[in-house]
Structures are given as C-alpha cells and as structure tokens.
C-alpha cells in the first residue's frame, strides 16, 4: 500500500509530493519532490501508484459546491481547531483557486481515486482524501497551537520548520503506524548539530523544504487513515459539500 502526499499549490507555484510505502510494519520513504504543472503532478502520481492500492492526501479544497462563505468542514476547522490557531482557509466556488482545486480532485477520480470519507481500515483499494496538515501537527505532536512556520520573518518561519523537522524525525517513529527511522536522514535539514544553518536563507529554499515536509505530513496522515479509520481520525464535513480528514489526539471525539 502506498501513500501519496501532495501539498498542492492552490493558484499557481510547484506543489511538494511525497510517497511513502508500507513495509515490513513501517512506513518507508521512497520519494520526495516538488512539481509545478498539474499535468507533472497527475504523472508522479501515476508512476508511483503503478495501479496499485493508494491513498492520495491532498491538502487543498478538491469537492466545493457552496457558491459564496466557506465550506461546513472549514466552518468546523475554526470550531474545534482555531484555538490552536489551525482554523482552514475559506472554500466557495467563487474563490480564484477553485476551479484548479476541484479539477486537480476530478483528475485524481479519472485515475481510479475514489473519495473515501469514510474506510475500512487496512482494506487495499484507490483512494483520494483532503487533508489539512495544520490541525495534524497539534494532533499528532500533542501541541498547544500551530507551527507557525508560514508566516513571520524568515528567521523566525525557519525556527518553526525546524521544529516540524524535529517532531516528524523524533515522534512519527514511534508512533502507530510508525515511519521508519532513517527517514530523517532523507529529508533536508535546516541547521547542524552545532546550530548552524544548512541552507541560504532565502525564501526560495525555505520554501522548497517547507513544501517537502508539508508534503510528508499529507502522506502520513493519508496512512493514519488507512491504518485507523473512523477509531483514531476526525472526519470534517460530507462528501456532498467537501470534508477533512484529521488524525485524532487520544480518546478525542467531536459533534458536527
């Protein structure tokens, strides 16, 4: 079974892409890119799916039908999540992103990727979910708020994305299911051992490593669907209207 994670680029710009597979109990890391044109996107897709049982984790709005204000699964984003400061972005199909949102999702079903608000767990199949890896960070990493690592200065936004480079190396190991441990050994570091920065500080690079990990995220959270289902996962909104597959933090239970 495979997992691939696709941090889409909304408007325009590359979209960070990764896939993992499941091996020997643990989630394996066999690639991490970045891809501008949807038509690129669609064939990564395609050639690490191979026709086999996938999930693709999107984070973007792929099903929209309300014409103006913003989708019930955004709506509860800001319900249950916006004290964490991981309340989601406004959906309607008046938003400039929707048409390339909600195509890039009918792509994806013309790939033999059903939508899958709901899943057995563990069952082989196609699948495509919308993720959104804000509240996931909170969930899965027992935080208070947000990784504020899209805004702010440089300086202070890359402090933030080494610390998700630190919880995905440190904490996704050891929790279920499990991403192997050398995993972080393939993903780009921010600083050394010492502190220094590895990379220039320029939001062209930031950006590129912030996509990848972004993109790690989706896939994971794509896999803690397919591993848990409904038991340990949060499902926001309907397929009819668009809906947002968070995993859950322990023993958490919410009313739509």
Same mark, same amino acid.
């Given at each position: ?95 400039? @992103?929707? &048409? ?7 792509? =994806?079903? *013309?790939?033999?990727? +059903? #939508? ?89 690079? @930031?950006? &590129? ?7 790690? =995220?989706? *896939?994971?959270?794509? +896999? #803690? ?32």
């Amino acid at each position: 079974m495979k997992f691939l994670g696709i941090d889409f680029g909304w408007q325009c710009g590359a979209s960070g892409l990764c896939c993992l597979s499941w091996e020997n109990d643990r989630l394996q890391l066999l690639d991490l890119d970045r891809r501008e044109s949807i038509a690129d996107i669609l064939a990564w897709v395609e050639r690490w799916a191979e026709k086999e049982s996938a999930i693709v984790a999107v984070d973007a709005p792929t099903i929209i039908t309300n014409a103006t204000g913003m989708r019930t699964a955004d709506r509860l984003t800001h319900k249950y999540f916006g004290r964490y400061h991981a309340g989601a972005y406004p959906a309607n199909l008046r938003s400039r @992103f929707a &048409a390339r949102t909600v195509a890039f999702g009918h792509s =994806l079903a *013309a790939q033999g990727f +059903a #939508h899958a608000p709901t899943i057995t767990p563990r069952t082989p199949g196609r699948y495509q979910i919308e993720v959104y890896p804000h509240p996931a960070i909170v969930n899965l990493f027992g935080l208070n708020q947000i990784l504020k690592y899209k805004k702010g200065t440089l300086a202070q936004r890359q402090l933030e994305l080494a610390k998700l480079h630190q919880y995905i190396g440190e904490i996704l190991p050891i929790s279920e299911p499990p991403l192997a441990p050398d995993t972080i050994g393939k993903i780009p570091q921010l600083y050394t051992s010492r502190g220094d920065s590895r990379i220039s500080p320029t939001l062209k690079t @930031f950006k &590129a490593i912030e996509d990848q990990l972004d993109a790690i =995220l989706c *896939a994971y959270i794509g +896999a #803690h669907w397919w591993y848990w289902g409904n038991e340990r996962n949060l499902v926001l909104g309907s397929v009819e209207e668009g809906y947002i597959v968070i995993p859950a933090a322990h023993a958490e239970k919410l009313d739509q």
